[in-house]
T-cell receptor, first 115, second 116 residues
Framework: NAGVTQTPKFQVLKTGQSMTLQCAQDMNHEYMSWYRQDPGMGLRLIHYSVGAGITDQGEVPNGYNVSRSTTEDFPLRLLSAAPSQTSVYFC??????????????FGEGSWLTVV | AQKVTQAQTEISVVEKEDVTLDCVYETRDTTYYLFWYKQPPSGELVFLIRRNSFDEQNEISGRYSWNFQKSTSSFNFTITASQVVDSAVYFCALIIPTGGGNKLTFGTGTQLKVEL
C-alpha cells in the first residue's frame, strides 16, 4: 500500500545545479500534480498532468520541467536551481475528477534547499 | 479566478478550549469542492474533509465540525475541547472541476498552537 512516493525527502543543492524530484503512484490515477509550499503562501500548483503524455502549467511553472511517460511516474526537474526554489515540494495524485467522492493523495513532501 | 482566504495566520489556545478556523472562498462557478487538510509538525498533509457545493449540511466527526455557508462563502472548521495533538497548520482548499482535473487552490494556512 505505497500510495504516492516522493524521493528524495531532503536535498541540498548549489545554485545552478540541476536535479529531479521523483514521484510515483501505484493507484493507476490519471491525474498527478506538483505543488510547492512556502511560508505564508500556502501550496501553489507548479505543473500537472491529466494522463500519460499530457502535461500543463500551473500557477508557478518557471524554472521547472515535467514529463509523464507512464501513468505511474511524474518527475519534476529543476534545470538550474536558484535560491528562490528553496521550498517544500508535494506531489499529488487522484482519479480524473474530484467528483464522486474521489480523494486526492499527497506524498510526504520533499524538502529542498538551494544555497 | 478562484481564491481561498484564511485570515487567521496563527491561533494559540489552551488545551480544552474550543477553536474555530475561518475559511472564506471566492469562485463564480456553481459546482466546486472544498477541503480541509492538516499539516502536523512532521510535515505531511492529512486529509480531513471534502464538501461539494450542493451539500450545505454541517458535518461533525468526533471533536471536529465543519460549518459550510454558501451565503457567506465560508467553510469554517471548529475543534471542540482542543488537545495538544491538534497543534498543526490547517489548510482550506478549493477545486473547480470545470474541464476536469483536480487543481487545488489553497489558502495560506492557519497555524494552531494548543498549549497545556
Amino acid at each position: 500500500n505505497a500510495g504516492v512516493t516522493q524521493t528524495p525527502k531532503f536535498q541540498v543543492l548549489k545554485t545552478g545545479q540541476s536535479m529531479t524530484l521523483q514521484c510515483a503512484q501505484d493507484m493507476n490515477h490519471e491525474y498527478m500534480s506538483w505543488y510547492r509550499q512556502d511560508p505564508g503562501m500556502g501550496l501553489r500548483l507548479i505543473h500537472y498532468s491529466v494522463g500519460a503524455g499530457i502535461t500543463d502549467q500551473g500557477e508557478v511553472p518557471n524554472g521547472y520541467n515535467v514529463s509523464r511517460s507512464t501513468t505511474e511516474d511524474f518527475p519534476l526537474r529543476l534545470l538550474s536551481a536558484a535560491p528562490s526554489q528553496t521550498s517544500v515540494y508535494f506531489c499529488a495524485s487522484s482519479p480524473w475528477t474530484a467528483g464522486s467522492g474521489n480523494t486526492i493523495y499527497f506524498g510526504e513532501g520533499s524538502w529542498l534547499t538551494v544555497v | 479566478a478562484q481564491k481561498v482566504t484564511q485570515a487567521q495566520t496563527e491561533i494559540s489556545v489552551v488545551e480544552k478550549e474550543d477553536v474555530t478556523l475561518d475559511c472564506v472562498y471566492e469562485t463564480r462557478d456553481t459546482t466546486y469542492y472544498l477541503f480541509w487538510y492538516k499539516q502536523p509538525p512532521s510535515g505531511e498533509l492529512v486529509f480531513l474533509i471534502r464538501r461539494n457545493s450542493f451539500d450545505e449540511q454541517n458535518e461533525i466527526s468526533g471533536r471536529y465540525s465543519w460549518n459550510f455557508q454558501k451565503s457567506t462563502s465560508s467553510f469554517n472548521f471548529t475543534i471542540t475541547a482542543s488537545q495538544v495533538v491538534d497543534s498543526a497548520v490547517y489548510f482550506c482548499a478549493l477545486i473547480i472541476p470545470t474541464g476536469g482535473g483536480n487543481k487545488l487552490t489553497f489558502g495560506t494556512g492557519t497555524q494552531l498552537k494548543v498549549e497545556l
